[in-house]
């Protein structure tokens, strides 16, 4: 095989291109997720649950989304979920069975969404405006659940993100305590 000067710098012109591409989608990729994380912090999202009470954060690499929390203690059923922060609830609904059983979803703004699933019951409609720590519901066993507790997301556009509860991020993967200050 024969290959000319001029095939090798198109070559390396061709690799010097696909590089530099990969680099500004790099750079572009991790300027995104630092915003997801200023927009995340700017909003300081709180512990849902009634001050003074301490939860088990369990994270771990098969749960899904993978990067979902689930909070977990004793006489965890029928305890109140309070609003993460203050925002527009998007979505209640019943998967009967499956899934995430009844959730709802609270939008608060800028992309950032968080969602609280397996709840035993309702205690808010779409639409409606919450404050930071309103009670939206109450923990369950609904859906694909094998025991009461609360599944939680924080989603920046639609996407999962890693937990960040009043300004510190949940530990992954394994348990960390937490006891909410949400309306001390």
Known sequence: ?????????????????????AALLTTAFNATAGADQQALAAINLRTP?????????NT????????????????????????????????VRDLGNTSYGKYIIVSHGSGITTLYAHLNSFNVSV??????GT????????G?????????????NGTPVRVVLNGVSVRYYGNTSITSSTGC
């Open 144 to 156: 694909g659940s094998t025991g009461p507790h609360l599944h939680y997301e924080q989603r920046t």
């Open 60 to 91: 771990r690499t098969n749960h899904n989304p993978q990067l979902s929390v689930d909070f977990q203690r004793s006489s965890a059923n029928n305890q109140r979920v309070r609003s993460s922060a203050s925002g527009t609830v998007t979505t």
């Open 135 to 142: 009670v939206i519901g109450r923990v369950g066993s609904t």
């Open 49 to 57: 649950f009634d001050c003074g009470q301490t939860w088990n954060a």
């Open 1 to 21: 095989m024969r290959l000319s000067g001029f095939t090798i710098r198109s070559a390396a012109r061709r690799l010097g291109v696909v590089i530099a591409s």
């Open 127 to 132: 639409g409606q405006s919450v404050s930071t």
